[in-house]
């Protein structure tokens, strides 16, 4: 598994490498504003080699009782970038995503505290989930909106595994209780369908042929 990913990582980085300059011809006068303070968004960003800068506010995060799973992440991630919307100038564009992880119809949310960690691993443990991520682009006058779809499979874990995950990493900051990148993600994904990037939290491909276009 880890052999596979790091062979993964290798030819994504060499792919990146040579969209680097195409992307910064096309935003040499634009300014970015990166709509979150995601350590990981902000690290894949960064792959993409655009000059950007870190912009947050405070948005609700509610959403109707109609609103299907894959809606939401894309109603959340505008909603982050429509807070924006009446300081940005001609020359700025806003990026704005979210993620959510889903099992059996239920999203599995930012855990608040310890339990609520435990649990949500225990849900995950030995099957499949979705983590799925919307992403809005803003400029003054245009808004492209989208998502993608990942397949997360986990091997099943022992108790001992989570309670050792969830004390050392505390991974409260995550929805679905874990990070990919990190031990948990390393022993418990035994095989993902989609993108490794968009499990991070920013479908960095459909990122980049987005932008290519906006």
């Known amino acids: ?77 505008q909603r982050k970038a429509r807070a924006f919307l009446s300081e940005i100038s001609e020359n700025q564009l806003v990026i704005a995503a979210d993620t959510i992880v889903s099992i059996d119809e239920e999203i599995l949310n930012k855990p608040q505290n310890e339990q609520e960690a435990q649990t949500m691993l225990q849900k995950l443990s030995g099957r499949c989930h979705e983590v799925i991520t919307g992403v809005c682009l803003l400029s003054k006058h245009k808004e492209q909106i989208f998502h993608d779809t990942t397949k997360v499979y986990f091997k099943n874990l022992s108790q001992d595994e989570i309670n050792y995950y969830v004390e050392k990493y505390k991974p409260y900051d995550k929805a679905g209780s874990y990070g990919a990148q990190e031990w948990l993600g390393m022993i418990a994904i035994e095989r993902i369908e989609g993108s490794y990037f968009n499990v991070m939290g920013l479908p960095i491909h459909r990122l980049y042929e987005e932008l290519k276009f906006f």
Request: charged share 25%; proline share 3%.
């Open 1 to 77: 598994m880890l052999a596979k990913l790091r062979s993964f990582l290798f030819n994504c980085k060499k792919k990146l490498f040579f969209l680097k300059f195409m992307l910064n011809q096309k935003f040499s006068k634009t300014q970015i504003i990166l709509a979150s303070a995601s350590p990981r968004r902000r690290q894949l960003l960064e792959a993409l080699d655009v000059d950007f800068v870190i912009k947050t506010k405070n948005t609700d995060e509610s959403f109707g009782n109609n609103t299907t799973i894959r809606e939401i992440p894309c109603q959340l991630a």
